[in-house]
């Protein structure tokens, strides 16, 4: 496309041309990319951030033709009258065309034609898109931090689940499993934030935008039904299990009022007691958003049944499968590799020496300059979890917010706060809190210093100082 027609005087018929001719290369473009066979997972993610890529270009540059075509200005219908001249009007309109082009040319010398294959370099695909270790280029999903938020949860806590078992239910919102509260809401959110990020990443083609619009309309409709009901049922009395397996909770916990109840009478009496009617009241604004969020989660988990399939298969492999398999698998592999160098070598035979060497994605033991980068052979004991021993710096610091934790700093009776993040020791953290709780009583109400009266006239003064005066007869 010659760049100075769109410069020099603005034509839109020249302007409507160069559009046309810009969604034509760009459709060739990504004919080009879709040719191209991916040959592993990351290629075909490349693949798919191209397409959509190029059609978020087309799109924009389409959106620009329909305005030109609606005319609303009549700049159009001016442009071509002007190029449409008959008589001495058409010879004029020309030669004026003409001393534009040269006296643009004059003042410009030398601009370059554009190149159409600079169209397929500005398509940068997946270079710019981050995926974690653990997606594999979104081949997985990286849930951990949402599993201990759901072990964490207060109905949940007593009866943690694995990983495993929760991506089986992370998507799967059916009113027997459906939970209450602010926690479990927050819980929601950041798992469908998590959830639309992951999609938008792994399957850039999918209008994502246009699909949670539906999800919104298909729940208004169930909503306005009267689909959905959080009513907490009364237990049948002759029910002998405390437990339901559905829920992994207590049959005799209360979500709304989040209490525990010993036997299913005294259950049944807390639900027509005051206290838990008004805890219903105060859940009732945070019940629709609860519903369209386990809603569209559970939407989305069937847009992802291909990801979450391949995830259980990850994770039942990595815990089925003996060290001395994935050794041996290893040795198969990099037998050559292995054979080249006597460090490689000493490496092996440490990772070898190592108990409970961790794996990758792909279920075989991570390189150990990777081990050695992550710290993994450091060694962190926290007094507050019982001496429990933790390997490396992240996993070290992620167990602050894990329940073992919580319920420890819960026993000594300080809250767990990030005032007391990095502390291990009973007896710093003791101190620390008594620190904490002299700074907050500094800073809290003091009547003689923020108390503030105000005499006859007019004039503010604080209490002590009204007081003094009162007495020497000077204020009133």
């Known amino acids: 496309v010659c760049a100075w027609l769109r410069n020099m005087a603005g034509n839109i018929v020249e302007q409507t041309r160069a559009l046309h001719e ?3 290369r760009l459709e060739q473009s990504a004919v080009e990319f879709l040719l191209e066979e991916p040959k592993t997972y990351k290629e075909s993610v490349n693949q798919s951030h191209k397409v959509a890529q190029v059609l978020d270009l087309i799109n924009t540059k389409t959106d620009r033709l329909i305005e030109i075509y609606k005319d609303v200005d009549n700049s159009r219908k001016d442009g071509i009258a002007a190029i449409s001249g008959d008589g001495d009007a058409l010879f004029s309109e020309f030669y004026s065309k003409l001393r534009d082009v040269k006296d643009y040319h004059r003042r410009f010398p030398g601009i370059p034609i554009s190149d159409p294959a600079t169209i397929s370099s500005q398509i940068h695909g997946s270079a710019d898109v981050q995926f974690s270790a653990e997606e594999c280029h979104g081949k997985y999903l990286d849930l951990h931090r949402f599993h201990d938020m759901y072990n964490n949860l207060p109905w949940i806590k007593g009866n943690p689940v694995d990983y495993f078992e929760y991506l089986a239910r992370a998507f799967s919102f059916d009113e027997s499993l459906s939970g209450k509260g ?129 995830t259980k298969i990850h994770v039942e492999t990595k815990l089925s499968r003996r060290y001395e398999d994935i050794a041996a698998d290893l040795d198969d592999d990099d ?44 060694e962190y004991k926290c007094e507050i979890c019982g001496n429990t021993s933790y390997w490396g710096r992240r996993n070290f610091e992620r167990h602050f917010q894990e329940y073992r934790h919580t319920f420890g700093m819960k026993c000594l009776g300080i809250p767990n706060t990030k005032h007391f993040n990095d502390i291990t020791n009973i007896n710093d953290a003791l101190a620390l809190w008594e620190k904490v709780k002299v700074d907050q009583a500094n800073t809290g109400w003091n009547p003689e210093e923020n108390e503030e009266f105000e005499d006859a006239e007019g004039n503010v003064m604080i209490k002590k100082t009204y007081l003094d005066l009162k007495r020497q007869g000077l204020a009133k």
């Open 22 to 24: 810009d969604v034509e």
């Open 182 to 310: 602010k926690r479990y809401l927050e819980y929601l959110r950041e798992l469908y934030e998590y959830t639309t990020d992951l999609t938008k990443r792994a399957q850039p083609l999918n209008d994502l935008e246009d699909t949670l619009r539906s999800f919104n309309r298909e729940f208004d409709v169930l909503w306005e039904n009267g689909q959905r009901n959080s009513e907490t049922k009364p237990l049948d009395t002759t029910v002998e299990d405390t437990v339901d397996v559905e829920r992994n909770i207590p049959r005799t916990y209360c979500l709304d009022c989040l209490r525990q109840f010993a036997k299913p009478s005294v259950f049944n009496g807390h639900l027509s007691g005051k206290k838990h009617k008004k805890s219903v009241q105060r859940s009732k604004p945070l019940e629709k958003e609860t519903f369209l969020l386990e809603y569209k989660l559970q939407r989305l988990g069937e847009l992802l049944q291909d990801q979450i399939a391949s």
């Open 335 to 378: 037998a050559e590799v292995l054979s080249d160098s006597d460090t490689d070598e000493e490496e092996e035979m440490t990772r070898r020496c190592i108990t409970n060497y961790p794996v990758g994605w792909d279920g075989k033991p991570i390189p150990y300059w990777l081990y050695k980068l992550h710290g993994l052979g450091i």
